[in-house]
């Protein structure tokens, strides 16, 4: 058991003996003083703490964006983190020199985060371009865009800042100045960490982690953190016990089979669109809309499913696709379609001596469509009011099977049972469409609270249905409003 948490800081190897609940944020201000990571909302949303993680990644080292206010000291055990005092050497940045040239830099609050958040982007794209990492084709404005959904200027405006990162990206990205590959294995990840009442485990494999969640049934399980550390950052929790998964080797495995597609539970969002994109757009288009970059790079499948919220994006997209969970504990392995996880608001299937294991998704089928939409107030950044997935699968011009979910609109994500039998063996026409869309509007009671009233949410879910059979008949194009 170790009393320090051991990680690099800005490339100099640290040693540091703190509460591992304590958050990087609090730590960054108090203890090295390093006050350009800034605190703004305190819970993930608007970026001005923005810090890099650094993580070896093959021959290369994989830095991404995180929130330092809702990410906890014992998350940071073994990796590097790169602050953005810690971007300039002898020089500027080059994406500081962008903004500072462009005349981008704003105010002193949000201008940190967001030099860290291109610095990001900048860093993976070097790191494509010298072959050393995937890329999906060049950087483009929606990568930009994309890397600075999450931090929220309410002043001035992008333009300038956009234009300062084409700058860099035009050059080819860049590399982040610090550890290289091999000096990772001087800060190896430890079991456990325990410094002043708070113990941290890090456990390497499923077995071990299904011991300890035997042995520790009220210990936090904790994924990447972003749902559990809104509440250690906003309500100043405290975390005497977690078993973190980020490390276990089984929860971190993407496993591609003839017809699934496998992601383990500790899998991020980030990691999940990357294999996603090329099987269902769709749905990788959802995911760009989750949180943030930030927000992505943390948080995991397994725990989207596991805050069992009745507004998470994930669970309705995988019920239509008919998403298999499997649940782990030492006594065995058990296998549920995931609509049968979820048993009432914030009530799952899950025991105490359980962890979700992974999530199995079919690939698609010939004749298969599937369209998830989200429905929120803002396009990124934002808790969806509706959220709903349709998946049907033709032969012959008729529905054989049909799978409809939605989010926002019952205490638990729910499947639309009727909805579905209304289109199924049909020619998926309009009269079909209508009849669904009716089906849907008798199902639901959805609440009425701040995101939306009940009548909306109704109105919009029975629309949907119709929005779904128009992009199918080729009538839309995806549009940024969906
Ligand atoms: C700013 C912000 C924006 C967000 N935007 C979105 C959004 O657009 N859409 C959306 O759906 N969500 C959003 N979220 C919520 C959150 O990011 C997701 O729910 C995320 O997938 C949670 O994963 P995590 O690994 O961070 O979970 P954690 O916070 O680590 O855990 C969440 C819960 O799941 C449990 N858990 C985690 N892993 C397991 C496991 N393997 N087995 C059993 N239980 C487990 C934990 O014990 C905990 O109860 C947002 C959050 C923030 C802070
Ligand atoms: S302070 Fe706003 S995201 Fe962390
Ligand atoms: S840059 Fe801070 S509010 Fe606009």
Known sequence: MSQTIRFFLNGQAQDVSVRPDMTVLDWLRNAPRLTGTKEGCAEGDC????????????EAVHYHAANSCILAMGQIDGRALVTVEGLKGEQLHPVQ???AENGSSQCGFCTPGIVISLAGLAAQRGA??????AANGEANDNDIHDALAGNLCRCTGYRPIVEAARKVLAAGGTTIAGPQVAAFERIEPHATISASG????QPDQLGLLLQLRKERPDAILLGGGTDLGVALADYHSDWDEVISLAHVRELRAIRETENHLSFGAAVTWEEVLDRIAGFYPSFATLIRRFGSTQIRSMGTIGGNIGTASPIGDGPPALI???????LASLSGHRFLPLEDFFLDYRKTELRDDEVIASVSIPKPKEGQEFRVYKISKRYDQDISTVCAAFSIIREEDQVRS?????????ATPQRAGQAEQALIGTSFDLKA???CSAAISAQFKPLTDWRGSADYRLEVAANLAERFWRDVAGELVEVMAL
């Open 433 to 435: 469409i209508k009849a």
């Open 198 to 201: 708070s113990t941290f485990h």
């Open 320 to 326: 239509a696709l008919g998403a298999e969970v499997e």
């Open 97 to 99: 020199e962008a903004m």
């Open 128 to 133: 494509a371009r010298a072959g050393l990492a």
């Open 47 to 58: 970026g001005a703490c923005s810090v890099l993680i650094g993580d070896p990644a093959g």
């Open 402 to 410: 049909a799978r409809i979910a939605f989010g926002g609109m019952a």
